[in-house]
């Protein structure tokens, strides 16, 4: 109750509050004054919690300065609270998610890495080639120990480099494969496929679109100035990838053909009972034409991609649902490795390195899943 009544910032200042941590910040071209701002802000609160009994904390406190200029240096910021100096880092965690002082997103991704790097051994645990759990419960694991922390704070790090972003892929590209029973060198695109799960930047345009419309649909959202219409999203140069946060949704909801987006329904008493039907879901037809354009995303990648060849020809249309599942564990692992043409014959073991030869022993053809299967007279009793 306090804390909704803390003193509104001033002089464009912004102020984030969720809980018990906040943040204020201001955005210019002088250091000096932006400085001179938020310190008299920072005296303004300091007042206003010792009037209610509470401090800051100025070893919880931290400043940082988001800029690309390598002459600034953290001396050139001082900040105090009750006296006390302020740090400033080059990197501050805020909400969970680390912030660089330029924004590369380098040490949040570096951090996200590494504790999925850990769950994937859980995972590995759970997945014995002769046993252990189905292929549909080891992606619910995957869902809710893994993407979950992939997806938070995706909408910020969007903007990060090719080369960061492909550290995530390659973590799911892990765990697809453990969750397929699938062999290493397995291309990813199939994989994605033959589980349901898209790639991980058409994820995150989906998930941005899906907030974007809930931004315009209540009135005064904290977060509507950014998807304002400005010039930038329309002559500015930006390169692949990493265009703003606007620039993007707008393209996705210009692609949709979505001009109007419905005003949120007020938000009735605890007491007075409401339709769910009408209070949740009136965003869904919006949120389904997205769905629908990202699924042609994704098919129109499949298309076109070039490695799967082999799987797309089994599976030519993408999917949000298991392509196949078998039981036991140890059938399901044999049948989707033939399936997506990654097995131990000649033609892989050769690859890896595991065989001078690709060739057949018998036929001294080359040894692949359509070789095995099809034309090899050693295995009629599977042709037949």
């Known amino acids: 109750m306090i804390v909704n009544d803390i003193d509104e910032p001033e002089n464009g200042i912004k102020l984030s509050l969720f809980a018990d941590d906040s943040a204020a910040w201001k955005s210019g ?27 800051l904390s100025a070893a919880k406190t931290v400043a940082i300065v ?36 330029t924004l590369t997103w380098a040490p949040y991704l570096d951090h996200v890495v590494t504790r999925c790097n850990k769950r ?38 969007d903007t990060a480099s090719q080369t960061l972003n492909s550290k995530l892929e390659s973590i799911q590209s892990k765990a697809l494969r453990i969750c397929c029973g699938a062999m290493v060198g397995t291309p990813t695109a199939a994989l994605q496929v033959e589980c349901g799960q ?65 005003s949120a329904p007020p938000i009735q008493a605890p007491w007075v009972k409401s339709s769910p039907a009408v209070s949740s879901k009136y965003l869904q037809p919006l949120k389904t034409r997205i769905r629908e354009y990202i699924t042609d995303q994704w098919q129109e990648r499949w298309d076109y991609s070039d490695t799967g060849q082999f799987y797309r020809d089994l599976h030519p249309v993408v999917g949000y649902k298991i392509k196949r599942l078998l039981r036991p564990r140890h059938k399901d692992d044999q049948i989707t490795r033939l399936r997506l043409g990654h097995v131990r014959l000649g033609e892989k073991l050769h690859t890896i ?13 080359l040894e692949d899943v359509e070789h095995f299967l099809i034309k090899c007279p050693a295995q009629q009793q599977l042709q037949h």
Not at 41 to 50: D, P
Not at 353 to 362: E, I, K, W, Y
Request: glycine share 6%; hydrophobic share 40%; charged share 25%.
């Open 29 to 55: 071209s002088n250091l000096a004054a932006l400085t001179r701002d938020i310190q008299r802000y920072i005296n303004r609160l300091t007042t206003f919690f010792e009037r209610w009994g509470f401090k």
């Open 353 to 365: 390195g595991q065989r001078s030869d690709p060739l057949c022993a018998v036929c001294h053809e």
């Open 120 to 157: 994937l051994n859980l995972l590995k645990v759970m997945a014995g080639s002769r046993w252990g759990a189905s292929k549909d419960v080891l992606l619910v694991v995957y869902k809710a120990l893994i993407r979950s922390l992939i997806d938070y704070g995706c909408i910020a790090y």
């Open 198 to 262: 898209p790639p991980l930047a058409l994820g995150r345009q989906r998930m941005m679109a899906d907030y974007a419309l809930k931004v315009k649909s209540i009135q005064d959202h904290p977060s509507a100035p950014i998807l304002e219409d400005c010039w930038q999203f329309h002559y500015a140069n930006y390169p692949a990838g990493p265009e703003p946060f606007g620039a993007k949704v707008n393209n996705i909801l210009k692609e949709t053909m979505i001009d109007h987006v419905p």
């Open 66 to 101: 988001f800029t690309k200029n390598k002459h600034v240096r953290s001396d050139d910021v001082k900040l105090t609270t009750s006296g006390c100096p302020i740090k400033v880092e080059k990197t501050v965690k805020f909400l969970g998610v680390i912030f660089d002082k």
